[in-house]
């Protein structure tokens, strides 16, 4: 089975899922860059509830993919993100078991959004202990830029995708199944819970049980 989603700021739990139910996973990194989608941000669990990290990128680039979108040289993101997720994060569970390589990632330097948002995705890939293979659409052959052209590369595969793509995403020549996906109920840092937070938020509080806690998640998992 396959999916095919441009790659996302560390990611939240549906896109993890989505990895963890194929066997291969092309980060569409040649797809249009989506303003107000997850493809530069983020959202962390806050005492006031969530709060967004966002990745700045530099103006007059509509219509671009995410491999040619520059990251604004000016703000110092990366800095301020880190100490976001230490200000959130720092005296959960398993913060300390992840923590070295967070701090790698966000040592290093990205002049284009689908650079980080690739190494985001592969850390969260690496973290939760996957066996998906990942593909970067830029490096493919082709480098596809439609979900057709993606999946021939991969043919007579099952292409899954989550339900907000139900329709969007649908063409004839593809073998389609949704993802039945109900997003858990977990322990948090903070008072209560609140859904769609980045998938950091669970593995900063189950640490190596997040992979199967998870699982439980898919529906026939």
């Given at each position: 089975?396959?999916?095919?989603?441009?790659?996302?700021?560390?990611?939240?739990?549906?896109?993890?899922?989505?990895?963890?139910?194929?066997?291969?996973?092309?980060?569409?990194?040649?797809?249009?860059?989506?303003?107000?989608?997850?493809?530069?941000?983020?959202?962390?669990?806050?005492?006031?509830?969530?709060?967004?990290?966002?990745?700045?990128?530099?103006?007059?680039?509509?219509?671009?993919?995410?491999?040619?979108?520059?990251?604004?040289?000016?703000?110092?993101?990366?800095?301020?993100?880190?100490?976001?997720?230490?200000?959130?994060?720092?005296?959960?569970?398993?913060?300390a078991r992840y923590e070295a390589?967070?701090?790698?990632?966000?040592?290093?330097?990205?002049?284009?959004?689908?650079?980080?948002?690739?190494?985001?995705?592969?850390?969260?890939?690496?973290?939760?202990?996957?066996?998906?293979?990942?593909?970067?659409?830029?490096?493919?052959?082709?480098?596809?830029?439609?979900?057709?052209?993606?999946?021939?590369?991969?043919?007579?595969?099952?292409?899954?995708?989550?339900?907000?793509?139900?329709?969007?995403?649908?063409?004839?020549?593809?073998?389609?199944?949704m993802l039945d996906f109900m997003?858990?109920?977990?322990?948090?840092?903070?008072?209560?819970?609140?859904?769609?937070?980045?998938?950091?938020?669970?593995?900063?509080?189950?640490?190596?049980?997040?992979a199967a806690l998870l699982e439980?998640?898919?529906?026939?998992?």
């Amino acid at each position: 089975m396959l999916s095919v989603r441009p790659p996302e700021y560390f990611p939240g739990l549906e896109f993890v899922a989505l990895m963890m139910s194929v066997e291969d996973f092309v980060m569409a990194d040649m797809f249009q860059y989506s303003r107000q989608s997850f493809q530069n941000r983020t959202r962390v669990r806050s005492s006031q509830g969530a709060h967004w990290l966002t990745v700045p990128l530099s103006g007059g680039q509509h219509g671009y993919p995410s491999v040619r979108t520059r990251i604004s040289p000016i703000v110092d993101w990366r800095q301020r993100h880190w100490k976001a997720l230490v200000h959130s994060y720092g005296r959960t569970p398993f913060f300390a078991r992840y923590e070295a390589a967070l701090a790698d990632f966000f040592a290093t330097e990205h002049t284009f959004l689908a650079d980080a948002t690739c190494a985001s995705v592969t850390l969260t890939h690496a973290l939760f202990g996957l066996r998906t293979r990942l593909w970067r659409a830029s490096v493919m052959e082709g480098q596809p830029c439609t979900m057709l052209e993606a999946a021939r590369s991969f043919p007579h595969q099952v292409v899954l995708l989550p339900p907000a793509a139900a329709h969007a995403d649908r063409h004839r020549e593809m073998k389609i199944r949704m993802l039945d996906f109900m997003h858990p109920t977990y322990r948090q840092a903070f008072a209560g819970f609140v859904s769609g937070m980045t998938a950091l938020d669970l593995l900063f509080n189950y640490g190596p049980d997040s992979a199967a806690l998870l699982e439980r998640a898919i529906a026939g998992s």
